[in-house]
């Protein structure tokens, strides 16, 4: 197996964005620095979910922190990146799994995303170079950068297809069989 390891320490640019219409939208992550350009397939969820993540970990990093690092306490929304997706978009895998922490040396966000392993169902640690590992993409972001891409990836994630006050699940143009209204079709 050759194992592929994309990295990008503090990139030009680290960004969540999509292609396809709400409900068929395919999820990328993508890094670039200079002409190194690395797009990989993710959930939504999964984006959803490392925004929530990113803030967190920042949040408890200037809890703990004792020198006063320059680390914005909440999203930076004029500084997040708005612009599409880098072309060409070639998606180097579909992830599988993430992994997010800090690099308390250079004082940078780690953030990982590993390829969909059919053999294993163990998650690779952080930083961890196992040549039999799956695929990875790693990114290490300033504080502010990992903010602002805390506010594009809510921004993306919330595009989408509203959710049905009753249950929840996304409301397709047509309505939707929605089974808390016991298979009866809601509309928008």
């Known amino acids: 197996m050759n194992r ?20 068929e939208r395919t999820f990328f992550l ?3 620095s200079g002409s190194q350009l690395t797009s990989v397939i993710a959930e939504k969820q999964q984006i959803a979910v490392l ?3 990113i803030d967190q970990l920042l949040d408890e990093v200037i809890r703990l ?16 990146d708005t ?18 922490g800090w690099d308390d040396t250079d004082s940078l966000v780690v953030v990982e995303a590993h390829a969909v392993d059919e053999e294993s169902d ?7 170079d196992d040549p039999d590992a799956p695929d990875t993409l790693r ?7 990992a903010r602002s891409f805390a506010v594009r990836a809510r921004a993306v994630v919330s595009a989408g297809r509203a959710p049905c006050p009753f249950c929840s699940q996304p409301l397709d143009p047509e309505g939707h069989v929605c089974p808390r209204a016991n298979g009866y079709r809601r509309r928008a």
């Open 4 to 23: 592929q390891v994309f990295e990008f320490k503090v990139p030009q640019r680290f960004v969540t964005g999509t292609v396809g219409m709400p409900g």
């Open 30 to 32: 993508q890094a670039r």
């Open 51 to 53: 925004a929530e993540r």
């Open 65 to 80: 922190s004792e020198h006063g690092l320059d680390i914005p306490a909440s999203g930076v929304d004029a500084l997040a």
């Open 83 to 100: 612009g599409p997706l880098d072309v060409p978009i070639s998606e180097e895998f579909r992830v599988g799994a993430m992994a997010l």
């Open 122 to 128: 163990e998650v690779p640690e952080l930083a961890e």
């Open 139 to 145: 990114v290490w972001l300033t504080p502010v950068q």
